[in-house]
């Protein structure tokens, strides 16, 4: 059943009780209610993490308050008739350069590995990929139920039909979690998108398939993250209208263009210093479809596995494999990606999983994909 047919049949049934009912209720329309589209026990999930509290994913991100929290509070309170906006709040920093949106944490990796998790579970998410070895988190598909328009009908039949109701759209949000230069951790959150579209003009049928990344998502979680991390509401706000960097205008993205090294390899050169290189091909993996299954910074080196887009734009049906175990086997050709800075310019390679230059019609494609999302 498409989610167009969910609807009606929905709305055939509130038809039937329109005249006996006399009110109803409006919820906030920005509000954001996320639901997971897996059924629990059969998504892989940590043994630790299958008892979860009663209806946890209606609790407020915040937490428990500190007392380092409260003076952090205290603290910004005062700052905020200052002329210049303050982009961090105790040791949680708001970064922003160019797209590029993370939190700066002035603790280990491992000390924010749980709230992280937890974090994600109290906003409706299951995890389907919890690997704090490698900093990577990635939620389930899920629906923001608060999409569903809170018509008349809908409204009065309350809960008994909701399940009828789809939006249409699913979500996935990727979490990385990266020790910084200063011993810190900076946090990356990757919105990822498919909605459902009838695949042919009889709208006898459906498939899902990708829908645009959405930042204003990705800005809005990691704002929520920093009230789990103990940030008042107001001042996550501040921080984030702050723009980051102190409210000064954030950096132009540098530009990558595809060149042939003397060797004759196929290569993507960026105008950035290794920092930024690094955090950027990072971002670029995470958006692009690639599986980052190993880093090694001080090498410069990414080890992924890239799967095609359209190897999950042909899955069928709301509980096909995009939604759960898959039957069949996705691409599994593993790669490295390569970082070399000179100076303020880098130069990304790809490799074979053995170390030896990939084959050029593989580079040329994996190098296309970077590029096109590194502009």
């Known amino acids: 059943m498409t989610s167009n047919q969910r609807i009606r049949l929905a709305t ?17 329309p920005d509000k954001i209610d996320y639901k997971s589209a897996g059924s629990g026990t059969s998504l892989e999930v ?9 209806q946890s994913r209606y609790q407020m991100p915040g937490g428990a308050v500190t007392a380092s929290g409260y003076q952090a509070g205290q603290a910004a ?17 708001f970064e922003r350069r160019a797209d590029e949106r993370w939190l700066r944490v002035d603790r280990a990796p491992d000390k924010l590995w749980g709230q992280v998790r937890d974090f994600w579970l109290e906003n409706g998410f299951l995890l389907a990929t919890d690997q704090p070895n490698i900093g990577l988190m990635e939620t389930d598909w899920a629906e923001n139920r608060a999409k569903i328009p809170q018509d008349f ?39 990822r998108g498919m909605e459902e579209v009838y695949s042919s003009s009889t709208r006898e049928s459906t498939i899902w398939q990708p829908r645009a990344r959405d930042p ?4 809005e979680f990691l704002r929520r993250l920093m009230v789990k991390l103990g940030v008042s509401q107001e001042q ?55 599986t980052v299954e190993d880093r090694d910074r ?6 992924v596995r890239y799967v095609p887009p359209s190897a999950e734009k ?22 490295r990606i390569a970082i070399q800075t000179e100076s303020q310019n880098s130069t990304i390679t790809v490799l074979g999983d053995n170390g030896a230059p990939a084959a050029e019609t593989d580079a040329q494609r994996i190098l296309k994909v970077l590029a096109d999302e590194l502009r």
């Open 12 to 28: 055939a049934f509130g038809a039937a009780l329109l005249l006996a009912v006399g009110g109803c209720s409006m919820l906030e």
């Open 46 to 54: 940590p043994p630790d993490l299958t008892q979860l509290p009663d």
């Open 77 to 93: 309170t005062a700052t905020v008739g200052a002329p210049t906006a303050v982009n961090q709040i105790a040791d949680v920093q």
């Open 153 to 191: 009908i809908r409204s009065t039949l309350g809960k008994v039909f909701d399940s009828l109701y789809s939006t249409g759209e699913r979500d996935r949000f990727r979490t990385r979690l990266e020790r910084n230069a200063q011993g810190g951790t900076d946090i990356f959150v990757i919105h």
């Open 216 to 219: 204003e998502l990705e800005v």
């Open 236 to 290: 996550s706000r501040a921080l984030v209208a702050s723009g980051g960097g102190g409210g000064a205008a954030p950096a132009a993205a540098a530009q990558a263009r595809v060149v042939t090294l003397p060797s004759g390899a196929l290569a993507v050169q960026i105008p950035d210093e290794f920092d930024r290189a690094w955090r950027r091909v990072g971002l670029a993996l995470d958006r692009t479809g690639f």
């Open 298 to 303: 001080s090498k410069g080196i990414y080890f």
């Open 314 to 335: 042909k899955e069928r049906g709301f509980f096909g494999t995009l939604f759960g175990r898959s039957s069949g086997q996705l691409p599994t050709t593993k790669y």
